[in-house]
């Protein structure tokens, strides 16, 4: 598997720093509001989610960068690594962006576990493109079924440990069952 050329860095470093600057004419907040900036923070339920530079929420993008370069190979398979990352961290900032709106960030604190969400910080949401990427690039280099494997393990590890993954968030996000969010929140 061939990787990515400069060009593709220089783009994927462009596209990057376009979706930043966007979410500042946003008036998203550039790092979390309480002023501390962390690699890590582990607890969902605080102030202090989506709002660092990782979370419980990670593992899920880097999932995204496993669909989106299994979606990438099978509807542009003769088109550069490099463009199809492109069109991954296009698709990653969108959602982003669209997350972070007011109906998403009230949707999710309507129907989802995320009690008191008020949208991710710039670092988080820029960080989420880049465990995006990273989950992009190493699928691109594991076999499909290793990255299978991976992303069910993370899917099942999030779930154990918070009640929550990907695909209870898209779930929940979409048709919410009541009995998965009073599970959630621990009853």
């Not at 690594?81 to 900032?93: K, R, S």
């Not at 690039?137 to 779930?159: C, G, K």
């Amino acid at each position: 598997m061939m990787g990515i050329s400069r060009t593709g860095w220089l783009v994927a470093a462009a596209l990057l720093a376009a979706f930043a600057a966007l979410l500042i004419a946003m008036g998203r907040p550039p790092i979390c509001p309480c002023g501390t900036v962390s690699l890590w923070h582990g607890v969902v339920q605080s102030n202090q989610n989506s709002q660092q530079v990782s979370d419980w929420y990670s593992f899920s993008h880097v999932i995204h960068g496993f669909i989106f370069y299994g979606l990438s190979r099978w509807l542009m398979p003769r088109q550069p690594l490099w463009v199809a990352l492109a069109v991954a961290i296009g698709i990653e900032a969108a959602w982003e962006i669209l997350e972070n709106s007011p109906i998403i960030i009230d949707r999710y604190r309507e129907v989802t576990m995320a009690y008191g969400y008020s949208g991710d910080s710039i670092l988080n949401s820029v960080s989420d493109a880049i465990f995006m990427v990273i989950g992009f690039l190493a699928a691109s280099r594991m076999r499909w079924w290793v990255t299978v494997v991976i992303a069910i393990a993370f899917e099942l590890f999030t779930l154990w440990t918070i009640r929550d993954n990907l695909t209870l968030n898209v779930l929940m996000l979409v048709s919410p069952v009541e009995a998965i969010k009073e599970w959630q929140s621990g009853g």
